[in-house]
């Protein structure tokens, strides 16, 4: 089953700017993972936000986690054509078991 | 570092044959996943290997699917016999130790199309 869902499903930006992805959960946490991918390629992890963590930043990725709204948003700042994948937001509960969610269809137009 | 590999990266088999995918993981990494993607879905762990172990297979449907890992290395997925709802891409991963700690590797996939 779905745990993660993402919105919106699709996105289509002018490169510079930023772009927005959320994700909702049903269940408590271990962490929340976001994961990019390209089309017809495997999955490339970007970030891993701990259920004690509310924000945390990666390059160019800002990540935070509202665990009492059990939701999480994405956020990339000044977009680049290469950013055009799509993007899921995944829950690990316990073990390791990551539970994916839809994805969001990000495109960036140059 | 070498990073995950797969093969076949593509298969076409009729429904009712039998299919087989590999998967080597990186050297190393203790726990393997094997996932499978619907077009337009996100992935869904089949199943967790822990070295040879198996830590989950509640989503692998059992009585077409299956998998080992010999020797904690690499794995197989069997499908047999396949249906048509089996198309899909399917992925596998690899983390140096299982729980919150592990981040997942992926896999360029394997996609499945059953006709």
């Known amino acids: 089953s779905q745990q993660g869902e993402e919105d919106p499903q699709a996105l289509s930006i002018q490169e510079g700017e930023n772009a927005t992805m959320n994700c909702s959960y049903k269940?408590?946490?271990?962490?929340l993972q976001w994961y990019r991918q390209n089309s017809g390629r495997g999955l490339v992890h970007l970030i891993l936000i701990r259920s004690n963590e509310r924000e945390k930043h990666s390059g160019r990725l800002r990540v935070t986690l509202d665990t009492s709204k059990k939701s999480s948003s994405l956020l990339i700042t000044a977009s680049r054509a290469a950013d055009t994948a799509s993007y899921f937001c995944?829950?690990?509960?316990?073990?390791?078991?990551?539970?994916f969610g839809q994805g969001t269809t990000l495109q960036v137009k140059p | 570092e070498a990073g995950v590999a797969q093969s076949p990266r593509y298969k076409i088999i009729e429904k009712r044959q039998s299919v087989a995918f590999w998967c080597n993981p990186i050297?190393?990494?203790?726990?393997l996943y094997w996932y499978q993607q619907i077009l337009g879905q996100g992935p869904k762990l089949l199943i967790q290997f822990q070295n040879n172990g198996v830590v989950d297979d509640s989503q692998l449907p059992k009585d077409r699917f299956s998998a080992e890992r010999l020797k904690g290395v690499d794995s197989t997925l069997k499908i047999q016999p396949a249906k048509l709802e089996d198309s899909a891409v399917y992925l596998c991963?690899?983390?140096?130790?299982?729980?919150?700690?592990?981040?997942?590797?992926f896999g360029p996939g394997t996609r499945l199309t059953v006709l």
């Open positions: 991963a690899s983390s140096l130790i299982g729980g919150d700690r592990g981040t997942q590797y």
């Open positions: 995944a829950t690990d509960a316990r073990s390791g078991k990551l539970i």
């Open positions: 050297s190393g990494h203790a726990t």
């Open positions: 269940t408590s946490i271990n962490n």
